[in-house]
């Protein structure tokens, strides 16, 4: 079991070994202890993985890697998001083990390590050296207190707002907002809080405390509106890109069973946080007409597009517990693609296209950024296209729904949907496009054809 300390998985503070019966020598020659120790270490090391929020199809692969190094013969895992079932087999005998994962959170700088490891499997290895380098990764802490990754959602979310045409003192809100929600998310998590109860918690504070900011300008004479452009923006940082992408990059390779319970998990998560941002609603006033874009030189809407993605995307990757060379990349990789499809749409390209496009970029840019194995490319890609979720149109449908406006409502989430579904096609596209070994189906070998090969 592992619990959960600010977006970063640790150990029990007893160890497994520990907290393991005794047995004789004699029950002891009875087991296969190499077969268990090694399928012990597998399974952790699938477990680490599920548990910084990779993809399962990339958590299997870490198993099978490992298994190979440790000498297993063969070696099937099946993953989902809530636990890992895998079967190692060593000649004429075979282990069949089952882990759970309650654990929903992203950590990119322990995906990096454990990819690393992956990637760098020596031929032939020991269960004891696998826990060892898996007992290093787990020591190393979160890479930013609890106020710097707070302050990290406040500038992801006040990127958003400039990018949704919020005005100065509405960035200046959404910035503490966000960050304050941020703040509550993270202590609650610490406290192994319910994630639906965190959610919905964590969005109550940021939208509390944005529609409290405005009323407290307003009432020392700054008149500014409530408008859903920052009201929105304020819990961008809830948005669960992760869940969401590698559930749909898990369905394209026909894992239907992970795909499915991780876009069921993201969808649940937002609408977790869409009830508080409805319910808070109701206590203000919310002006939800399309603002009008300033008319501004091209150039200057160039360097307003890049600077709010560039600002957003690398906030984002920051309070996923990023390195600062990783979270640079993901934001030049974002402000690139996105500015791209902001002018398309500003051409009159139709959002869905502009969308699908700049994502094909996003992953292509993340391959080439992640070559050599560098960084795990979906550390990249999801901070890069977070930005490009219309957030705003879907409160809007909200609104609507709730005051009847039922043709409008229908229009704003099925544009949502379109969006949505246009970021996925265009990263999986760009993975098929990318990742020979991940557009290619490997046949897999039957127990009969591995112990005849050795």
């Known amino acids: 079991m592992v619990r959960h300390n600010g977006g970063v998985s640790e150990p029990d503070d007893v160890p497994i070994k520990e907290m393991v019966r005794p ?55 099946q993953v989902s998001l809530t636990d890992i079932t895998a079967t190692s087999r060593r000649g004429r005998i075979f282990r069949t083990e089952l ?40 020591a190393r802490g979160a890479r930013y207190p609890v106020i710097a990754n707070a302050a990290f959602a406040g500038a992801a979310c006040g990127g958003f707002a400039l990018l949704n045409h919020a005005r100065l003192l509405e960035i200046v809100a959404v910035f503490l907002a966000a960050g304050l929600g941020q703040y509550v998310r993270r202590l609650l998590m610490m406290r192994h809080f319910n994630i639906f109860g965190v959610t919905m918690a964590a969005a109550a504070v940021a939208t509390g405390v944005y529609m409290s900011s405005m009323a407290l300008l307003n009432v020392t004479g ?39 319970s991780r876009i069921a998990f993201g969808t649940m998560i937002t ?6 941002v409805w319910a808070v ?126 043709g409008t409502a229908v229009a704003g989430v099925l544009l949502v949907v379109l969006v949505v579904l246009s970021i996925m096609v265009g990263l999986v596209v760009a993975k098929l496009l990318t990742d020979r070994e991940w557009a290619f189906t490997q046949t897999e070998q039957s127990w009969h054809h591995i112990d005849t090969a050795k």
């Not at 609408?271 to 508080?276: C, K, N, P, Q, R």
């Open 23 to 77: 047995v004789s020598a004699d029950e002891e020659a009875m087991e296969p202890v190499e077969l268990i120790e090694q399928s012990g270490a597998i399974m952790r090391t699938g477990r680490l993985m599920l548990a910084a929020g990779t993809a399962s199809y990339r958590v299997a692969q870490a198993m099978q890697a490992v298994a190979q190094s440790l000498g297993v013969d063969a070696h099937h895992a």
């Open 99 to 138: 882990v759970t994962n309650s654990v929903f959170s992203v950590n990119t700088d322990r995906i990096v390590a454990l990819d690393r490891m992956r990637r760098t499997m020596p031929e032939h290895t020991t269960a004891a050296e696998v826990h060892k380098t898996l007992d290093n990764i787990e």
């Open 222 to 260: 700054v008149q500014v509106s409530t408008h859903a452009a920052g009201y929105i923006s304020a819990v961008l940082f809830l948005l669960p890109g992760f869940a969401l992408i590698t559930g749909a990059l898990d369905m394209a390779k026909m894992d239907i069973t992970a795909g499915i």
């Open 271 to 276: 609408l977790g946080a869409t009830v508080s």
């Open 281 to 406: 609603s109701l206590f203000g006033t919310l002006e939800i007409s399309e603002r009008p874009e300033a008319n501004l030189p091209v150039a200057a809407d160039i360097a307003l597009w890049a600077g709010g993605t560039a600002v957003g995307v690398l906030g984002f990757a920051l309070m996923f517990n990023s390195a600062w060379r990783l979270a640079l990349s993901a934001a030049a990789i974002g402000a690139i693609a996105n500015t791209g499809r902001l002018f398309a749409m500003d051409q009159g390209v139709a959002i869905q296209t502009a969308t699908a496009a700049a994502c094909v970029l996003v992953g292509v840019l993340a391959a080439w950024a992640a070559r050599g194995g560098r960084f795990p490319v979906i550390t990249l890609s999801v901070p890069a296209v977070l930005v490009m979720v219309p957030g705003v149109t879907a409160h809007e449908a909200v609104v609507s729904l709730n005051r009847g406006d039922y």
